[in-house]
């Protein structure tokens, strides 16, 4: 007789973006193998709020303070232990009835909620690539440290890891990377100059938040894909290669010594990878869309313009350069994002401050914590005082 599996109690940081929302999809569909122990969200209390009436997880965390009590209100009949602040973010995910926490966060906030789960020896589904581009050398010794695994919800690094399955013992000798190339493939540097944030936000193949979208349209996502993927699976810059490929089929290739690639193909559907991750290592059975080859009948692929989309250049010297680099790349970067989408500044304008940040922010060859906490708030405020 086959014994059962408990149910795996998952804390997602984050359940009111998009892989939040995705990510509560896929554990409705699997009831059997999955239960929501709990849920975080910044500012959105009424979806929040709707989640965790659907969910009944044994806690939530509002990260805007002035939202508690409407959140405590709400769920107090369900006896849902209701938290706010940042550092109840930080400090819930330590708790003893959570198996795994999957950090859906946008950005540098899921820097320390991160360390904290891996401190407290909670296996890491991982969606927040901001957490492995500003300390990935930090994040990578301590998980190693502690012995906690880190599945990538990435698609392109989901398709890595999906590669390397079962390939542990083989050298790599190439990871490839694949890019949509975004809404604005084929455009020259001339007509990026006149691009709106309506026109940025229109992805052609995904349906993501808007700073990740606004970052797949300037290939920066593809730059913080590359550092993410030197620390995930310890791979140096130099065997990292990018391609375009428009059609978002093959999310991502691995090449061996002997010559031989394999690839990951599959409909766009972030729920895929983000079961692959949570389920880990079964592959439990869905109903969503399967790709058919007869639909797609040409698949291309082409290399990337690095010099009109200058971003995908930059994450790589960053990577090259390392230390506090990275941390640098993204801090400036997300300034950059945050007043493109405000209107404050243009497309092309984001390289401009992302690249002059890198040169004005000091070196740090070997960044502790601490570093890397001062690194992100000096680069701030120089972005924002080259916007002003």
């Known amino acids: 007789m086959t014994q059962e599996r408990p149910k795996k109690r ?21 009831p059997e193998a999955f239960e929501v122990e709990v849920l ?22 509002i990260g805007n303070e002035t939202l508690y009590q409407q959140v405590a209100d709400a769920l107090l009949p369900k006896d849902i232990k209701v938290f706010a602040g940042l550092d109840a973010l930080s400090q819930i995910v330590q708790m003893d009835t959570i198996d795994m926490v999957l950090t859906a966060l946008v950005g540098y906030s899921g820097l320390k909620p991160t360390m904290n789960a891996i401190a407290a020896g909670k296996p890491i589904a991982l969606a927040n690539k901001e957490t492995m581009v500003v300390a990935g050398e930090l994040i990578t010794k301590m998980a190693q440290e502690r012995a906690v695994n880190i599945f990538p919800i990435d698609s392109e690094h989901s398709a890595i890891f999906q590669c390397i399955v079962g390939e542990f013992h083989n050298p790599i000798e190439k990871i490839i990377l694949t890019a949509s190339g975004g809404p604005f493939r084929g455009k020259t540097r001339s007509e990026l100059l006149k691009v709106t944030k309506e026109m940025a936000l229109k992805h052609p193949n995904w349906d993501m938040g808007a700073k990740i979208t606004i970052d797949s349209a300037s290939l920066m996502n593809k730059g913080l894909e590359v550092i993410e993927a030197r620390w995930l699976f310890g ?53 969503f869309p ?8 040409s698949l291309t692929f082409e290399k990337p313009d690095l010099e009109t989309f200058r971003n995908l250049q930059l994450s790589f010297d960053a ?7 990275p941390c640098v790349l993204n801090a400036a970067n997300e300034v950059a994002v945050e007043y493109f989408l405000k209107d404050k500044i243009g497309f092309m304008e984001m390289s401009d401050i992302v690249e002059k940040c890198l040169v004005k922010i000091p070196y740090i060859s070997s960044p502790d914590y601490q570093d890397y906490v001062d690194t992100d708030t000096e680069t701030r405020n120089i972005a924002l005082d080259l916007i002003a």
């Open 40 to 61: 975080t969200a910044q500012n959105n209390a009424d979806l929040l709020i709707r989640q965790a009436l659907e969910f009944i997880p044994n806690a939530v965390v």
């Open 319 to 325: 990577l090259k350069e390392g230390g506090n680099k």
């Open 10 to 30: 998952v804390a997602i940081l984050g359940s009111t973006g998009s892989i939040g929302v995705q990510s509560l999809d896929v554990i409705k569909r699997h």
């Open 235 to 287: 791979i140096p810059a130099d065997k990292i290669d990018v391609v375009v490929h428009p059609q978002s089929i093959v999310h991502s290739m691995v090449q061996f010594e002997d010559g031989s690639i394999k690839a990951q193909l599959g409909l766009p559907d972030m729920r895929i990878p983000i079961q692959f991750a949570l389920a880990y290592p079964e592959r439990l059975k869905s109903d």
């Open 290 to 297: 399967r790709f058919n080859f007869a639909e797609y009948p």
